[in-house]
Structures are given as structure tokens and as C-alpha cells.
């Protein structure tokens, strides 16, 4: 078992900035690839960024390239979500979820979440 827990979501304006982190616990942090979800009112569950195991590859979806950075810290078991210039589309609960075998946009292949942070952008 791997227990996640989010943190650092709040209140921003737009254009503001704020860092998530995922604190992981259980099992050996550093054998799961890493990805964040975020979920609007009302809409599915999607995918935001992915990160590898070794922390050497990542994978972003369009909408958050070049504004978010994925990153993670094996020593200290935590995965952190860099969100800049953000936008009030970006207003959603978001998730940590970690994969024994991968760290793509799947969702279903997840086999960990934590309990999600809310990100509020105001315009």
C-alpha cells in the first residue's frame, strides 16, 4: 500500500502561482511512477502531468506545458506540482496517484490517489 496526501492548493488570481505537494508513505516511493489528475465541477477526472520513477522523464498535458513543472524528491518521498501563470480554467481538485509500471494518462492504471487539494483561480 501507498498512502498519498496532497497539500498546497488555495485561493490564487490569475497569473498567480502555487506549488502542490504529494507526500507519500508505505511502500518504496521511488519504485512508482507519479502523475497529478485534476477534476473540475461537474466534469471527468484528467490528466495533468506525469513523471518517471528516476524522476528523468515527464509528460504534461497541452493545456499545461510550458506553465507546469512535475518534479519529484525520492529522499523526502513527495512529488510536487509547480503551477504558474495560472488561469481561472485551471480551478479544480487535484490528485497524486501512483503507478507501479508507468506515469502516462491513464487514469485506470493508477493504482494509488490521495484524497485530492482544491486549486481556486479567480479571474
Known amino acids: 500500500q501507498v498512502q498519498l496526501v496532497e497539500s498546497g492548493g488555495g485561493l490564487v488570481q490569475a497569473g498567480g502561482s502555487l506549488r502542490l505537494s504529494c507526500a507519500a508513505s508505505g511502500r518504496t516511493f521511488s519504485n512508482y511512477g507519479m502523475g497529478w489528475f485534476r477534476q473540475a465541477p461537474g466534469k471527468e477526472r484528467t490528466f495533468v502531468a506525469g513523471?518517471?520513477?528516476?524522476?528523468?522523464?515527464?509528460v504534461y498535458t497541452d493545456p499545461v506545458k510550458g506553465r507546469f513543472t512535475i518534479s519529484r524528491d525520492n529522499a523526502k518521498n513527495t512529488v510536487y506540482l509547480q503551477m504558474n501563470s495560472l488561469k481561472p480554467e485551471d480551478t479544480a481538485v487535484y490528485y497524486c496517484a501512483a503507478d507501479r509500471l508507468n506515469y502516462g494518462s491513464i487514469l485506470y492504471e493508477y493504482d494509488y490517489w490521495g484524497q485530492g487539494t482544491q486549486v481556486t483561480v479567480s479571474s
Open positions: 513523471i518517471s520513477w528516476s524522476g528523468d522523464s515527464t
